[in-house]
């Protein structure tokens, strides 16, 4: 089964905890701090692998977890670093975050790899916090907590030329002759149902890759008939075939040529900016050179006539397609040409703030931002001296002054993360 799109969770794995330890060796009195390092947690990447054509295996395996790095141990040893996860995904899978569809990467190589999610480091021992001052610590941080993602992967084909033209005008037919491919070929619209691929090799030594893509109707680009959900396919492709029914039918080619046309431009991609090759098909019907030439003097420019009874047509067409490839290049997705810029711009972001307090009730606040709450989760607490530690912190954020400005009173709940604490002026 052939699946395009599917939408999938991943976590990486929290660092490993810094232990507090002692050395306790016979014959090395006042042996200091020993406790050793946390393991980085697992990363999750994804890898693009030209073995696999579809998206099918995430229909049932939506979330990855990468595991925790291992704890710090006694003697300074330092925990186990976790095994990344890494996830294979087809030749041509663009990965975007799903809550704001922004791009994170377009794996178009085979085996191009993107890290989604990595993995948190290692909680630092009580070795690391030893000084002058303070030589027996018993001070140490919990592992940094990986991330949660979900992703929207979207596979786009990786195809030179793409076969594009309302239902039963013969893309299949045209693609079944000119590679090995073989789609499914009937007298019914809408006989293709996904797109298929096939490689072309021209007289002259020569070859592209073609695809044949499910019909287009109007209103394609609002997600009528088929085309929303496979449009997707023609935006890497470097030239477009567009294939006009010139057999017996109640339509009028030049009509559905302009139809066409539209919905490439309304999808956007630059498509309607691809070199295009017109082509009539199902040249040896009756009346079929009629309607050419008038198709032609509504066009005004050449259009190549083919017909799959005859093979008549189809050298020419795949010689004018190698030859517009010679000459096309790639388009980028996402307007990522690295050729664009000849230099760097360097931006300095804004600070974000490191906590902000928000009110519950009368009696009861939050203290809330990412830096804040990491700090508190990289915080062992269960010693005196990890709980005077994240004290201090909040002291010297004056998180007092700030809930007093706020209107605290006395006895009120702060909340932080999973930890609570009164407040008293």
Known sequence: MFIDRAVVEVRSGKGGDGAIAFLREKFMPNGGPAGGNGGRGASVLFRANSHINTLYNFRHSKTFIGPDGEKGGIKNQYGKAAKDIIVDVPVG??????????????LNEDGKVICVAKGGRGGRGNTCFKSPTN???????????????????????????????????GKSTLLSLVSSARPEIADYPFTTLVP??????????????????????????????????????????????????????????YQDYLIINNEL?????????????????????????????????????????????????????????????????????????????????????????????????????????????????????????GMMLLMMKLRKLKIDDTLETLGASDGDTVFLDDFSFEYWS
């Not at 009528?224 to 959900?229: T, V």
């Not at 906590?355 to 005196?384: C, P, Q, V």
């Open 93 to 106: 899978t663009v990965i975007f975050e799903e809550k704001d569809h922004k791009v994170i990467a377009d």
């Open 135 to 169: 030589r027996a610590p018993k001070i140490a941080e919990n592992g940094e907590p990986g991330e949660t993602k979900r992703l929207i992967l979207e596979l786009k084909l990786l195809a030179d030329v793409g076969l594009v033209g309302y239902p039963s005008v």
């Open 196 to 253: 298929n691929l096939g490689v072309v090799h021209t007289k002259d030594g020569r070859s592209f890759v073609m695809a044949d893509l499910p019909g287009l109707i109007e209103g394609a680009h609002q997600g009528k008939g088929l085309g929303l959900r496979f449009l997707r396919h023609i935006e890497r492709c470097r030239v477009i075939v567009h294939i006009v029914n010139m057999g017996l039918s109640d339509r009028d080619p």
């Open 265 to 385: 431009k309304s999808y956007g991609f630059g498509l309607d900016k691809r070199p295009i090759i017109l082509v009539a098909s199902k040249m040896d019907e009756e009346g079929a050179e009629k309607r050419l030439k008038k198709f032609e003097e509504q066009f005004g420019q050449p259009i190549i006539p083919i017909s799959a009874l005859t093979d008549d047509g189809l050298d020419k067409l795949l010689y004018a397609c190698a030859d517009l490839l010679d000459k096309t290049p790639h388009f980028p997705l996402y307007g990522d040409d690295e050729n664009e810029l000849d230099f760097k711009v360097y931006e300095l972001p804004e600070e974000e703030k490191e906590f902000h307090i928000r009110r519950l009730d009368a009696h009861k606040w939050r203290i809330e931002g990412d830096k804040i709450i990491k700090f508190y989760r990289m915080t062992n607490i269960s010693t005196d001296e």
